[in-house]
């Protein structure tokens, strides 16, 4: 039976990478709550002005993934013919 312990080294970049993403997170959001400014507002306040933030990265995100659009059939049938050509 193999251990499923992993070491700190055996970290890939991608997992490292999202676990850098995370704890700056983390801590942008723990800094949040000690600013001074943010000891006026309401909890609504707070909540709204977070779903905004989360609304707009999602926004940007979904930009850049709807830039890319589906081939017609002109397109499909012309790729056809070069692979065609190719061999």
């Known amino acids: 039976m193999s251990s499923r312990f992993v070491s ?3 970290i890939d970049a991608t997992t490292g990478a999202s676990l850098d993403v995370e704890r700056r997170t983390r801590a942008a959001a723990l800094a949040a709550t000690k600013d001074p400014a943010n000891q006026n507002q309401t909890l609504y306040d707070i909540l709204q002005a977070n779903k905004a933030a989360k609304q707009a ?3 940007e995100a979904s930009k850049i993934k709807n830039q890319f659009r589906a081939l017609d ?12 050509r190719q061999r």
């Open 8 to 10: 700190s080294g055996a």
């Open 57 to 59: 990265a999602f926004e």
């Open 73 to 84: 059939e002109d397109e499909i049938e012309f790729l056809d013919e070069v692979r065609a």
